[in-house]
């Protein structure tokens, strides 16, 4: 770099909206060279694992997927499940650790986003992802964090002795349900219903007929099966042959969780193949117990399409009603909308395609948006791993160790992601890229001049599952 670089480089300032898992992972890359102001709403790290009302919330990753490359679990090979205790813990060794503690800002939420950079053209190429002069302006509220949260005694008693609907089929509202079955046992005990829109897959552990769960996705031989961005037509014709294995994988994992879950008994075998659930990151880890709470009749299930309110619970579409004190609805976050409402226009009409989803190159950089990059919404088996390795990758294009390419080619990259996970599930709601989470890999290696075939040897290469230890 020379010292004209190096000085504009000192110039730029860095912000980070948030110290979640994101936050921390992108202040420790970027602190080498840029000091970086972390702003967070609350008054600690952790976001999602700090904010757990529920004492049963755990990690659903095995802990040596979701770990920093350079920060390992005190057990990494522990194949139990971290508490969210235990990952804000780990997450707090982490960041004390490497010293990032010092760069937050607490109880600072940051309200507004002004762009205060040249008059914006969006013909224009991207250039650096730091210009040497200020491009954004934020406007934060510096007051203690209005966020209430239930504590674990009173989130149980919520649910004790009541009638609970939970609205949802995926890990949260799994969980719930979970919860508010263990606190109605005894004799004031009310089952809790879970309202079903769609069937979806659940495995109940990383295991398959004997196998480990690695072997059908994360590793190269496995992902070689499925479609990936840039492929040439060799590769799409190899797949096009190969398409009956990878059906059959999906039956394979399919046929078990048929045989070790009573899906069929309480009508909950989804119509569509497993692989759909994956492709979309959406595949839930059961807790253990859950389906021995149905058997007892602790959780009842009632699948609608459609439903609403009534004064005294919830009704059907086929005008069945449902009591209840307490309606829970999991349904989910759009992380997006949020966004929304801070950036200002016209990035904010830029922000998502017409399908909804933000096209970002890498993950990370959004082609219309200049100066600004978004850690977190790209989603893979291990949101960890892959925030880390796009923070990574964002530290060295912030040291113009590579360029962007054009914003065409970057839109059309981010397109051509899109449509293989279009292809690929009808669930492409969310921008997953787990059953290609390693070619993606590759190209974050290759364009940081890294190599991107990372093992020991080459048996490892083809058979060996890729996590963050592999990218130090
Ligand atoms: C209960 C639960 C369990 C999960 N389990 C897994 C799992 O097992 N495996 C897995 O891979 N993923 C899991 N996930 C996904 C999880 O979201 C990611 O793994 C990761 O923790 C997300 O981190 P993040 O930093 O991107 O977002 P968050 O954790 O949401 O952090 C965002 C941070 O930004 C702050 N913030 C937001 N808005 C502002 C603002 N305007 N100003 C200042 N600060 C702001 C928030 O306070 C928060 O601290 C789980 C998610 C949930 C909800
Ligand atoms: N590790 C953990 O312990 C843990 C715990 C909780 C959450 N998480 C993570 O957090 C993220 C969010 O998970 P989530 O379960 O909260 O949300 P989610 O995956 O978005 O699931 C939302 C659920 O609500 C349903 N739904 C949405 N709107 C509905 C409506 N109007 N009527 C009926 N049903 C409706 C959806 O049905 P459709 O399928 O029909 O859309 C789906 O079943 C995921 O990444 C998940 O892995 C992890």
Redesign the pocket.
């Given at each position: 770099m020379g010292s004209e670089e190096k000085q504009l480089k000192l110039a730029s300032r860095v912000g980070i909206i948030g110290a979640g898992v994101s936050g921390i992972a992108a202040a420790k890359q970027l602190s080498a060279g840029y000091s970086p102001v972390v702003f967070e709403a609350t008054d600690s790290i952790g976001g999602v694992w700090k904010h757990c009302s529920y004492a049963s919330?755990?990690?659903?990753t095995p802990r040596c997927d979701y770990e920093f490359s350079d920060y390992p679990w005190p057990e990494r090979d522990n194949s139990s499940f971290p508490s969210h205790v235990e990952v804000l813990e780990y997450l707090h060794g982490y960041a004390t650790h490497f010293d990032v503690l010092k760069l937050i800002k607490f109880n600072s939420r940051v309200t507004e986003i002004r762009y205060v950079g040249d008059h914006y053209d969006d013909s224009a190429e991207y250039g650096p992802l730091l210009s040497g002069r200020p491009v954004w302006e934020v406007a934060v509220e510096d007051s203690v964090s209005k966020l209430v949260q239930l504590n674990k005694e009173a989130a149980r008693s919520l649910l004790k002795g009541k009638k609970v609907a939970v609205?949802?089929?995926?890990?949260?509202?799994i969980?719930l349900c979970m919860e508010c079955a263990e606190a109605n046992h005894g004799p004031d005990g009310q089952p809790c219903t879970m309202?079903i829109?769609?069937l979806?897959w659940t495995v109940p552990s990383y295991w398959i007929w004997g196998l480990p769960f690695f072997l059908f996705y994360s590793t190269r031989s496995s992902q070689l099966l499925h479609e990936r961005p840039n492929q040439n037509w060799f590769r799409t014709l190899f797949l096009s042959l190969l398409s009956p294995m990878k059906k059959a994988i999906s039956k394979f994992i399919e046929s078990y969780l048929v045989w070790k879950l009573p899906l069929v008994k309480y009508g909950l075998k989804p119509d569509h193949p497993f692989v759909e659930d994956y492709a979309s990151?959406?595949m839930?880890i059961l807790p253990e117990n859950f389906f021995s709470e149905a058997d007892k009749g602790n959780i009842v299930f009632r699948k609608a399409s459609r439903?609403w309110f009534w004064s005294g619970g919830i009704e059907f579409e086929d005008n069945t009603r449902l009591e209840a004190d307490v309606v829970i609805l999991?349904?989910?976050?759009d992380g997006k909308k949020k966004l929304q409402a801070l950036i200002p226009q016209p990035f904010n009409n830029l922000m998502a395609d017409s399908s909804g989803i933000m096209p970002l190159y890498r993950g990370t950089i959004h082609p219309l948006i200049p100066n600004m990059a978004f850690v977190g919404y790209v989603?893979s088996v291990s949101n960890l791993h892959t925030a880390e390795i796009r923070c990574k990758w964002l530290a060295r294009l912030a040291d113009d160790v590579f360029k962007l390419p054009s914003v065409e080619k970057m839109l059309q990259q981010t397109s051509k992601e899109i449509q293989v996970m279009k292809r690929t599930t009808r669930f492409y709601k969310r921008h997953c890229i787990s059953t290609f989470s390693i070619n993606h890999s590759d190209e974050i290696c290759e364009e940081m001049g890294w190599s991107s075939w990372r093992k020991k040897n080459r048996l490892l290469e083809v058979f060996s599952p890729y996590n963050s230890q592999d990218y130090v």
């Open positions: 919330t755990k990690l659903q609205v949802g089929y995926k890990k949260s509202a969980d309202v829109r769609s979806h990151c959406q839930a439903w999991a349904t989910g976050f989603e």
